[in-house]
């Protein structure tokens, strides 16, 4: 299948867009494939050429957010890197609050960490191996990935009262301005 095909492109928006709808509304238990496609206009057998199951669209959707998001993030070498990316993170989940409260909502929700942990490791070990820590790098990673998730899950739960730059600001100051100036 050729991914970058506006008709596979535009099939895959409308069944993600359907499913995060539809999980918002109903639950992720009480969806089925043909809840989506009907939600969608997109056929039956048209969602198996494109997806396994529902899992593997939750997925796609989360690795597509990952894509986007690596992609706005400034280097590791860039003065006030740390506090930019995790208010550039906040504005990504902000934007897209449908997908997050769906994410968050399904019985997969630790599954569906890994690649987010994966991703947040790469990240954090660019950022962290450069520093003289007295702490072991892994716990300062799980310290790093655990706290992040969970703020950003209270944030998208709790309705997102708060700017996401006043979230990211607050996430920097609780979570990375303490590792990072322990030296």
Do not use: C
């Amino acid at each position: 299948m050729n991914l970058t095909d506006q008709r596979v492109v535009k099939t895959r928006k409308q069944l993600k867009a359907a499913f995060v709808d539809l999980v918002n509304e109903n639950g992720y238990d009480s969806i089925t494939v043909q809840d989506i496609t009907s939600r969608s206009g997109v056929g039956y057998r048209t969602f198996f050429r494109h997806y396994k199951d529902t899992r593997d669209l939750m997925e796609d959707a989360l690795a597509e957010f990952v894509t986007a998001v690596h992609n706005e993030l400034l280097p590791a070498d860039t003065p006030e890197m740390t506090r930019q990316n995790i208010i550039t993170m906040f504005r990504y989940i902000e934007k897209h609050h449908d997908l997050f409260r769906a994410f968050y909502s399904t019985p997969y929700y630790t599954d569906f960490n890994m690649p987010l942990h994966k991703w947040g490791s790469r990240l954090g070990s660019l950022l962290f191996e450069t520093l003289d820590l007295e702490i072991p790098l892994e716990i300062v990673l799980t310290h790093f990935l655990h706290s992040m998730l969970s703020i950003q899950r209270w944030w998208v739960e709790s309705g997102m009262q708060i700017p996401a730059e006043t979230m990211g600001g607050y996430t920097y100051s609780l979570i990375l301005h303490p590792l990072v100036n322990q030296q």
